[in-house]
C-alpha cells in the first residue's frame, strides 16, 4: 500500500536558521512526489515537486529513492514560512496520498 | 481567475442525510479530484474524475459517489451520512490527470461538513 509519511507534527525553527521538513514513502513504483504548503487562512497550494527539480521560495528537495524519502529544506529560514507543509505522493497520476503534515513555525 | 470554486462553504446535516457539495474547475483544467480532511489530518483521496470519467478512486465506501459533467464541473454526494463523515471536502482540478506537467493540482478553499 502506497503511504506517506510527515514524523514531525510541529517544528519550530529561528529566524536564519536552516529548516528540514522529513518526508518518507513507500510505493515499489516510480513515485512522483510534491510538497504543498497552506500559510494562514490561504487553500493548499504546490510549493514545488520533484520533476521540476526547481528551487521555490529558497526551498528545495530531493528525491532519494533508496531512503525513499522527499525532504524539504531551506538554508535560511525567513518569518513568512510559517505554516502547514504536507508531502504528497501521486501514484500513476491518478491518485494522489497526502501525510498527515507538518506545522512549521519561525520563531523570529 | 477566480481560481477552483466550492459551493457551499458550511454544511450542516443530521446522520442519515444525503448530501451533495459541488465543484467548479479552474477554466481549461478538465480533470476534479475530491479529497476528505478531517482535523488534524492530511488530505485523503476519494475521486479523481477526467472528461467526466472516473479516473481514480480511494478507500472510502460505497455511500460516497461523485459525477463530473460537461462543463467539467463536479458534484460529491454522500448517501446515509455517518457522524464520522464530518470534515472539510476539497476539490482540486488539474488540466490532466496522467503525470507531467498539466497534473498540477489546485485546491478550493473547501466544504466545511458537519453531521450531527
Known amino acids: 500500500a502506497q503511504r506517506v509519511t510527515q514524523p514531525e507534527k510541529l517544528l519550530s525553527v529561528f529566524k536564519g536558521a536552516p529548516v528540514e521538513l522529513k518526508c518518507n514513502y513507500s510505493?515499489?513504483?516510480?513515485?512522483?512526489l510534491f510538497w504543498y504548503v497552506q500559510y494562514s487562512r490561504q487553500r493548499l497550494q504546490l510549493l514545488l515537486r520533484?520533476?521540476s527539480r526547481e528551487s521555490i521560495k529558497g526551498f528545495t528537495a530531493d528525491l532519494n529513492k533508496g531512503e525513499t524519502s522527499f525532504h524539504l529544506k531551506k538554508p535560511f529560514a525567513q518569518e513568512e514560512d510559517s505554516a502547514m507543509y504536507y508531502c504528497a505522493l501521486s501514484v500513476t497520476g491518478n491518485q494522489f496520498y497526502f501525510g498527515t503534515g507538518t506545522s512549521l513555525t519561525v520563531i523570529p | 481567475d477566480a481560481g477552483v470554486t466550492q459551493s457551499p462553504t458550511h454544511l450542516i446535516k443530521t446522520r442519515g442525510q444525503h448530501v451533495t457539495l459541488r465543484c467548479s474547475p479552474i477554466?481549461?483544467?478538465?480533470?476534479v479530484s475530491w479529497y476528505q480532511q478531517v482535523l488534524g489530518q492530511g488530505p485523503q483521496f476519494i475521486f479523481q474524475y477526467y472528461e467526466k470519467e472516473e479516473r481514480g478512486r480511494g478507500n472510502f465506501p460505497d455511500r460516497f459517489s461523485a459525477r463530473q459533467f460537461p462543463n467539467y464541473s463536479s458534484e460529491l454526494n454522500v448517501n446515509a451520512l455517518l457522524l464520522g463523515d464530518s470534515a472539510l471536502y476539497l476539490c482540486?482540478?488539474?488540466?490532466?490527470?496522467?503525470?507531467?506537467?498539466?497534473?498540477?493540482?489546485?485546491f478550493g478553499a473547501g466544504t466545511r461538513l458537519s453531521v450531527l
Open positions: 520533484h520533476i
Open positions: 477554466s481549461g483544467h478538465k480533470s
Open positions: 482540486a482540478s488539474s488540466q490532466d490527470y496522467r503525470v507531467g506537467a498539466k497534473n498540477i493540482q489546485y
Open positions: 510505493y515499489s513504483g516510480s513515485p512522483e
